[in-house]
């Protein structure tokens, strides 16, 4: 079995939330240390790894980023090597992402390049935000690349295609959370209460209202309430509810926008219902912005692989912190195919392990072109 498959296994069966990648972390600098040392130089941020190979004669520094952290889902894949963590899976691939970049790390300690390359091991892309913080960092501006790349895999294309595009390709995100106060009660008096079960039903088909009547139909938005908690038991009116969310928007401007708008609609709710309402966006992610010319001159290598398809692919409304990195830095992502039924986020995610050596053959042959004179 090729190495980087097991280290996916591996990973897969120690999925950890944002900043609390202990195991993964340790798991990490492990791997590296088992490595000849002499190009290699490590750095450790909160629970991420910087990890450096140094080149024959560097002029640049190639930044290459995986994210690692995992989600709270429970695993229903039925795989051997599943989840050991209970209700906690690597349902978005951060377990691909980090053992092909520990691939591709390997290849280049083995096969030096001239520049120096950064690998970027960063928690918490899937909430808070890792990346944010990471740039902010005295380790990353240490190593500051002067350009950077990243993956994620897509399981809707087949194995060896990869798609991309330069300009916009995920859009910005805020997460959103909503919770509403009005006054509990029994369940056969419903005129003495304020029912937030009710109230919260409400909001979420009136939130919908926001994209189909506020947006303009040829800019897309996307607000999704994933999750709503609230009451006590069957017979009991609810005093408390709360809406767990996210909005996306293909601009910065447009969720200005969809935020106002929320504002209004809540404003309502409150009014409508007598309840108190109070609204958290908690994390916000800058849209991935991809350097045109980098991006078309990865899209024109990857071209020249044998067994590599390059698809031009529309944007998606993914959020990616990794934006982040590239208003910071040129670079581009693009999307791995590793054919898998379900999707992403989904419990039965079974994204090809042959992807993993489709993208460290493709992402290290390109840093070694780019990284060579
Ligand atoms: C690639 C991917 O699936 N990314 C996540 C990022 C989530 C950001 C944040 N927690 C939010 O929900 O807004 C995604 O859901 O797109």
């Not at 950890?16 to 990490?28: D, R, S, V």
């Not at 520094?61 to 209970?86: N, Q, V, W």
């Not at 087949?158 to 909503?178: C, D, H, Q, R, Y």
């Not at 404003?267 to 309402?277: H, K, Q, V, W």
Request: aromatic fraction near 8%; include cysteine.
């Amino acid at each position: 079995m090729n190495p980087f498959v097991q280290i996916r296994r591996d990973l897969h069966q120690i999925p950890e939330l944002g900043f609390q990648e202990f195991k993964t972390q340790a798991y990490i600098l492990n791997y590296l240390a088992a490595l000849p040392q002499e190009r290699i130089e490590i750095q450790t941020w909160r629970t991420g790894v910087l990890a450096k190979v140094k080149g024959r004669n560097p002029q640049q520094t190639i930044g290459y980023r995986a994210d690692i952290d995992a989600l709270p889902i429970t695993e229903e894949t039925g795989y051997e090597f599943a989840s050991t963590h209970e209700g906690l899976m690597h349902a978005c691939g951060h377990d691909m992402h980090t053992s092909i970049a520990l691939g591709i790390l390997t290849k280049l300690v083995a096969e030096p390049i001239d520049d120096d390359a950064v690998f970027l091991f960063q928690p918490a892309e899937e909430g808070p935000g890792g990346a944010e913080p990471m740039i902010a960092s005295e380790e990353f501006r240490a190593w500051k690349p002067d350009l950077v790349l990243a993956l994620h895999i897509a399981p809707e294309y087949p194995v060896g295609t990869i798609a991309t595009k330069g300009g916009l390709l995920f859009a910005n995100t805020s997460e959103l959370f909503i919770d509403v106060k009005g006054k509990g009660g029994h369940a056969a008096f419903p005129h003495n209460a304020n029912d937030m079960i009710v109230a919260a039903s409400n909001l979420v088909l009136q939130l919908q209202t926001i994209i189909s009547r506020n947006v303009n139909p040829l800019d897309s938005a996307v607000i999704t309430i994933g999750k709503i908690t609230g009451g006590t038991v069957q017979n009991i009116i609810a005093e408390k509810a709360r809406l767990e969310g996210t909005i996306r928007t293909l601009s910065a401007e447009s969720m200005e926008r969809v935020k106002s708008r929320i504002e209004a609609v809540v404003r309502g709710i409150e009014a409508s219902f007598a309840c108190e309402a109070a609204i958290d966006y908690g994390a916000m992610y800058y849209q991935v912005d991809n350097h045109e010319e980098l991006t078309a001159e990865f899209m024109e290598y990857a071209r020249t692989q044998s067994g590599v398809k390059v698809v031009e692919c529309t944007e998606a409304m993914t959020g990616e912190d990794f934006g982040y990195m590239l208003r910071d830095t040129p670079g581009f992502m693009f999307w791995l195919g590793v054919d898998s039924a379900y999707g992403l986020h989904h419990a039965k995610l079974q994204p090809s392990e042959d992807a993993i050596e489709t993208a460290i053959s493709l992402v290290s042959g390109y840093m070694a072109w780019k990284g060579t004179r």
